[in-house]
């Protein structure tokens, strides 16, 4: 369940390194996410319940750049499948405090970036939460906060977009350091992330009138992880593909996407449970959203997602899940709007050749506002 992983949120920040930013206005985003998933016996755990409130603050600097801010909290629970081998687990707190600094070196041309996490999240549990963090990391469902803290980091890039005629191709490239910090209660040897890097490259423009196409890759490059003077192979090098279209129709707009995300070859890493086999691993996913507004204030937008799994090597299937549901968005002000959504998710988890199925419930409510 620790195969390469992508989110949307992670492929939209690499879209923002084809295009420079443009000017905007202060904004401010919260959210509550409920997440519910049961499991069919064969798994550690029955149940797992988060709950996530994420907060977001985007503050322009004149039209030379802008400053993001993010945080949140989550609560997690964990219902044990046997209580006599492990007790039903609880984790909450702050998410890490994310920054993000982008600042236009050549308006629609060339930003510098300056990114850095405050390590305000879970950044150390005991071993039997681990357990949760295990569940939280699986690709296949998709969790809302996959991770709830980190020892912190700081990072440089840049972004960079050339125009030809309708067209765009953007060029990024960021490095991260991460601090050392302690993972697991009672451990004597602090983890220390190894350094990425990462190197984007994309291409967005126009087909005829009404149609939108975007395309990006990217390649990230870890390097060995440290724990205490010891060095230990972290997640591997990853390669992610990602393809959207966005086609006008009528007063509507249909958004389609995928993407494919590689990891490399299969190592073995060193956990605070032992040693565990990090395989090499491929998730394929596609998706869609189709924008129908109703009135001049509310739109529908039903959406869904089909994921596919695969790891080891030879890859062998590891999971699969179909998730689909509709936002309703009330835009009550030209600077205040509210949205809210519902859906739900079906699949299963590969365990020693045995399918594990799961079902799951995802509802949240987004508000937005711009001062």
């Keep these: ?107 629609g041309r060339l930003t510098v970036l300056a990114t850095g996490a405050i390590p305000t999240g879970i950044t150390t549990v005991s071993g039997d939460e681990l357990s949760v963090l295990g569940a939280l990391a699986s690709d296949i469902i998709g969790f809302v906060s996959p991770s709830v803290g980190s020892g912190g980091r700081v990072g440089l890039g840049f972004a960079g977009a050339v125009p030809i005629g309708s067209w765009a191709i953007g060029l990024g490239a960021t490095v991260r350091e991460a601090f050392r910090y302690t993972a697991v209660t009672g451990s004597t040897s602090p983890l220390k992330p190894g350094r990425e890097v990462r190197v984007r490259g994309g291409v967005e423009g126009r087909l005829g009138q009404r149609t939108y196409v975007r395309a990006a890759t990217i390649y990230s490059y870890r ?97 699969r899940s179909l998730r689909g549901g509709v936002d309703l968005r009330y835009q009550i002000t030209p600077r205040f709007a509210v949205v809210g959504q519902a859906g739900g998710v079906s699949g299963f988890l590969v365990q020693e050749s045995e399918r594990i199925h799961f079902d799951g419930l995802r509802t949240a409510i987004h508000v937005e506002w711009t001062p």
């Design 1 to 107: 369940m620790n195969t390469a992983r992508v989110v949307i949120a992670t492929v939209s920040v690499s879209l923002c390194a084809v295009a420079a930013p443009a000017q905007v206005p202060i904004q401010t985003r919260v959210a509550f996410f409920s997440e519910t998933y049961s499991f069919d016996p064969g798994l550690i755990f029955q149940r797992i319940n988060e709950y996530t409130v994420p907060v977001g603050i985007t503050v322009p600097i004149g039209d030379k750049g802008e400053v993001a801010l993010s945080t949140g909290y989550a609560h997690v629970v964990l219902r044990s499948a046997d209580r006599q081998q492990l007790a039903d687990q609880k984790l909450s707190g702050f998410l890490d405090t994310e920054a993000r600094v982008s600042w236009n070196v050549i308006p």
């Design 223 to 319: 390097a060995k992880d440290l724990k205490g003077d010891s060095t230990q192979n972290g997640i591997g090098n990853r390669i992610v593909g990602y393809l959207s279209i966005n086609q006008g129709i009528g007063n509507t707009s249909l958004f389609v996407y995928g993407f494919d995300v590689w990891r490399g070859s299969p190592q073995l890493e060193e956990t605070a449970l032992g040693a565990a086999v990090l395989p090499r691993g491929n998730l394929i996913g596609v998706g869609m959203s189709w924008f129908l507004p109703i009135t001049r204030h509310v739109s529908v937008t039903p959406r869904g997602e089909l994921r596919n799994s695969a790891q080891d090597s030879p890859l062998q299937l590891a999971g």
